[in-house]
């Protein structure tokens, strides 16, 4: 069966990965486009290479070498132009055509550009592709000097020369992302400066009472806050030679914020341009179904960042918007290549195929760093003296509930939001052991006790984290990204992988977000003082 892959980033990685025994077989004839030179790695920690506290061999996951002496066709520096539909062919910028019986698409999103007076935003929709396809294909935009995003190796070295220097970095976005260059710019000697039209950080997933202790923590930090200012412009400084550089940003309400480099982090996009040329289904990615397929062409499949999954039904076929969007994570679409490999290396084998993949629950989301701990899953914009809704009295798990706790002078918050006991929510920030706690007993659906308070604990100073057997059993998940648990990482370490490093390379935890390694560093210091053996605790 031939495979064909566009995309070799994380994503598409794994997935050549999971195909690896297919192609050795004879059973999957797989090549794989992608259009940047270098291996393929992990986007999440280029804020780390950007700081210098990675190397780019350190965040590589592809395995280039092992993928050829397999049998895999790598087409690396190369862009694939169009999709035949018809002809069931890719075309290459080489003119090219690659054939397949299944098309895979990991093209990975784009950062998004923002409307600024002073930066170019091109257009990406059907008109436009047709019209100008070859300059937007596959192609990232084009930015004045003094101005970058944070998605590859090329802008990491941009961020790292100001770094280097000691310069003033404007990051324009709160977001994670944005967020975590601010801080370890500023820890490696740089100014950072966040610049946001909201009333807090991290919007998406904190409450007004985290933001607000989040926001004070930045600032304790050294990272200058600007919130309630909407950028409308930038402004360049003029060469003696005629070539121009980022001075300034403007905003709505006549700030100049000045610096070195102006970091544009406003979320991302899906890329979709193949797929809009090729007449397939897009919304906020290229639309597939539960089981990753196009809605618009069965032989062609979309995993990671360009993935919008709808299940198909009669009402979701008629509507003219479709609801959710790409996860925009890494651990989800690590999860979704590994399925779909795993359904094609089935039906190049004529075996039974497994049902329906995976069903993502609500995503994880960490910032990362020093001093600084934020944990936040679900919806958790429900106040403690909210009204009881008529929902709530019909939802079978029960009325909703929340528990918050402060203690802003000190950088602590904790809201919990359950159902029937059970946790469906929360926000922790500042408080790290009570957020690895939290987030155990949201992955299994445990009920929380009675007295909430009690979990506050983990964090106090009498704590010992070697006495609590339960945050060591060995079915307890220590890497969400890939699924490793403590029984996984107390096996590597049977084997000799003693560091953090090492049980990433075995066992690819701490590999993903990199959320957890500070576990992993606790659970190998746990393992070693127990003589490698895990809690018998389940």
């Known amino acids: 069966m031939r495979v064909v892959l566009i995309g070799y980033g994380p994503v598409g990685s794994r997935f050549v990965d999971e195909m690896l025994q297919s192609v050795r077989d004879g059973s999957v004839e797989l090549s794989v486009i992608g259009a940047e030179t270098t291996d393929a790695y992990n986007r999440v920690l280029v804020a780390e290479l950007a700081v210098g506290r990675t190397d780019l061999e350190s965040i590589i996951v592809a395995d280039r070498a092992g993928a050829a002496a397999s049998g895999v066709r790598l087409l690396t520096g190369t862009t694939a132009s169009a999709i035949d539909t018809e002809a069931a062919e890719v075309v290459l910028d080489t003119g090219e055509r690659v054939g397949y019986d299944r098309l895979v698409l990991a093209t990975g999103a784009r950062a998004n550009i923002p409307t600024l007076d002073g930066v170019a935003k091109p257009r990406r929709d059907l008109a436009h592709l047709e019209k100008y396809g070859p300059a937007l294909v596959g192609r990232d935009d084009e930015l004045p000097t003094g101005i970058t995003v944070l998605r590859d190796v090329a802008d990491a070295e941009r961020i790292s020369r100001t770094v280097r220097a000691g310069g003033r970095i404007v990051v324009l976005g709160a977001g994670v992302l944005g967020l975590e260059l601010a801080l370890a710019a500023t820890q490696a000697g740089a100014e950072a400066c966040v610049v946001h039209h909201g009333d807090i950080p991290m919007p998406r997933n904190l409450d007004r009472g985290g933001g607000r202790v989040l926001q004070a923590a930045l600032r304790r930090a050294g990272v200058s806050v600007v919130e ?30 000045r610096g070195d480099l102006l970091v544009l982090s406003c979320g991302v996009g899906a890329r979709t341009e193949l797929a809009t040329l090729a007449g397939l289904r897009t919304a906020a990615g290229i639309v597939v179904d539960a089981d990753l397929r196009s809605w618009s062409d069965p032989a062609i499949s979309a995993i990671g960042d360009c993935a919008h999954v709808v299940p198909r039904t009669a009402v979701s076929a008629e509507l003219a918007v479709l609801p959710g969007a790409p996860t925009g994570l890494i651990g989800p679409g690590w999860r979704q290549a590994a399925w779909l490999a795993a359904q094609l290396r089935a039906e190049a084998s004529a075996l039974p195929v497994d049902s329906a993949a995976p ?76 957020a690895a706690e939290l987030t155990l007993l949201h992955e299994r659906g445990a009920e929380l006790p009675a007295d909430r308070s009690v979990l506050l604990r983990f964090d106090g100073p009498d704590y010992t984290p070697s ?72």
């Open 228 to 257: 309630h200012s909407r950028a409308e412009a930038v402004s360049f400084h003029e060469h003696e030679n005629g070539d121009r550089s980022f001075d300034a940003l403007i905003t709505a309400d006549g700030k100049q914020i």
């Open 359 to 434: 069903v993502e629950r609500d995503a994880l989301v960490m910032l990362k760093a020093e001093g600084i701990d934020v944990v936040a899953v679900g919806d958790v914009a429900a106040e403690p003296w909210d009204p009881q809704y008529a929902d709530d009295l019909v939802d079978p798990r029960g009325p909703q509930r929340v528990a918050q706790w402060a203690d802003p002078e000190n950088g602590s918050y904790v809201k919990l939001v359950t159902r029937g006991g059970v946790l469906t929510a929360f926000v922790c920030v500042g408080m790290p052991r009570t």
């Open 467 to 538: 006495l609590d057997s339960d945050a060591f059993a060995p079915g307890a998940t220590v890497c969400w990204c890939n699924g490793v648990t403590v029984a996984h990482i107390a096996d590597s370490a049977a084997c000799g992988n003693t560091t953090v490093d090492c049980i990433g390379k075995d066992t690819r935890a701490g590999t993903g977000c990199g959320g957890c390694k500070g576990r992993i560093a606790d659970l190998l210091v746990h393992l070693e003082a127990t003589g490698g053996a895990a809690s018998a605790t389940v």
